[in-house]
């Protein structure tokens, strides 16, 4: 009897050292999600589980104070029809002259074989904002939506278990959305304000887990000038329209011929107009409305220009005006004989201020005053930065010193 009694505790201590052992081990499974367990069944859940959803949305080239080096949106030329002079008076000497200063020690980045002006600003990302902006330029049919999202699962989850990875993270989204839309102007229907990083943070027990996406928060993103598809696809057929007919007259020139028509072209047909809607940032307005800002004039050029196979780049930084006031400003860069070159559509369409008469002659020096420069000439009065974004401080290849022959 003895025996049979301590032979059953014996089988029964075993018995309940595997359920142990086998709770355990599902515990563990469970906890560190070796094992994928649907919520129902999940020990981890009794005790704790969360799921939080945090979103972050993106912006391109804010407003700032010009007395912190930052400027409001308002790059403009004047030209006084009365006088027929340039107004060159600066509020601050010691800005300008520091602005002068960092300007003589800009880095430039070389355009290597891997780098081209349709990946100019993709080069120059970081590991996590080229994942992003390779995701989403694979995609770029499915953008015209509005509504697509781009699921990156657990990619970015070891950052995001690291200190200050969720900066780094949100940091990287702002600049691969901004490069992606510098090196695809046509991707006007955007409103990039609209467009989320949305992290779903899975809280069980002991453990966490990131999942990232970007795309909507509940609404589209598509502009509200463009709010669907169709609307898009009828915009894009316009813009395209309008491009092949500048194209065709490009037809049998060679590549100064073809830059001087498509200058001539946005100086002649655009009207420099900041009231005219939330258009004037892109080629559609440009290009369909005729009315624009610098930043519209500059997507116009390049995206002709990369139609036309012609290196070009749009850049960011601070234009001293005609009053000698900082502006923050873009323009573009083309290159000719491997030589690069500045070109600043908007400031050689100048507002005509006054009454008067100005002269042909004036008007003509006007309209090529910025034209082809080299950077003995386009530094007197703009400074590159590379903030399309924040801090981002892109960089630029180096121009030629002298201008255009």
Not at 7 to 25: D, E, M, P, W, Y
Not at 144 to 171: P, R, S
Not at 337 to 366: H, M, R
Request: aromatic share 14%; charged share 25%.
């Amino acid at each position: 009897m003895k025996k049979f009694i301590s032979n059953l505790f014996t089988i029964t201590l075993l018995i309940f050292s595997i359920v142990i052992f086998c709770v355990t081990l599902y515990f563990c499974l469970d906890v560190f999600e070796i094992v994928q367990i649907p919520e129902k069944y999940s020990l981890v859940s009794m005790f704790y589980s969360k799921i939080e959803v945090i979103a972050s949305n993106s912006n391109i080239m804010e407003n700032v104070n010009p007395e912190e080096k930052t400027i409001e949106k308002r790059p403009r030329k004047t030209i006084s029809a009365e006088k027929e002079t340039y107004a060159n008076s600066a509020e601050s000497t010691e800005f300008w002259a520091q602005l002068e200063e960092q300007q003589k020690y800009q880095e430039n980045v070389e355009m290597d074989e891997g780098t081209t002006p349709q990946n100019f600003y993709y080069e120059q990302l970081d590991e996590y904002a080229k994942i992003i902006y390779d995701k989403l330029n694979s995609n770029l049919e499915s953008l015209k939506t509005g509504m697509y999202t781009a699921d990156f699962g657990l990619t970015f989850d070891e950052l995001l278990h690291q200190e200050g990875g969720d900066v780094i993270l949100k940091d990287s989204f702002q600049l691969a959305i901004n490069a992606l839309t510098f090196d695809n102007p046509d991707l006007f229907y955007l409103d990039v304000t609209k467009l989320y990083l949305l992290t779903e943070v899975t809280t069980r027990a002991f453990s966490k887990k990131y999942e990232v996406t970007i795309g909507p928060n509940e609404e589209s993103y598509l502009s509200k000038a463009f709010p669907t598809e169709q609307v898009v696809t009828s915009a894009i057929n316009m813009i395209e329209q309008e491009k092949n007919n500048l194209i065709n007259q490009c037809q049998n020139k060679n590549t100064v011929e073809k830059i001087k028509i498509v200058h001539d072209y946005l100086v002649d047909n655009t009207e420099y107009d900041l009231e005219a809607g939330e258009n004037i940032y892109n080629v559609y307005g440009t290009l369909i409305d005729k009315k624009s800002v610098c930043e519209g004039y500059a997507r116009s050029f390049k995206y002709i220009m990369d139609d036309l196979n012609i290196p070009c780049i749009i850049a960011c930084g601070i234009g001293k005006n005609s009053e000698g006031k900082a502006e923050s400003h873009a323009w573009n860069y083309v290159q000719i004989d491997e030589q690069w070159y500045a070109i600043d559509v908007t400031w050689d369409d100048p507002v005509i201020t006054g009454p008067g008469y100005l002269s042909e002659a004036k008007k003509q020096e006007s309209k090529y005053e910025y034209y082809l420069n080299g950077s003995n000439k386009f530094f007197e009065d703009h400074f590159e930065d590379g903030n399309i974004v924040g801090e981002a401080n892109f960089k630029y290849p180096t121009l030629s010193v002298l201008n255009y022959k």
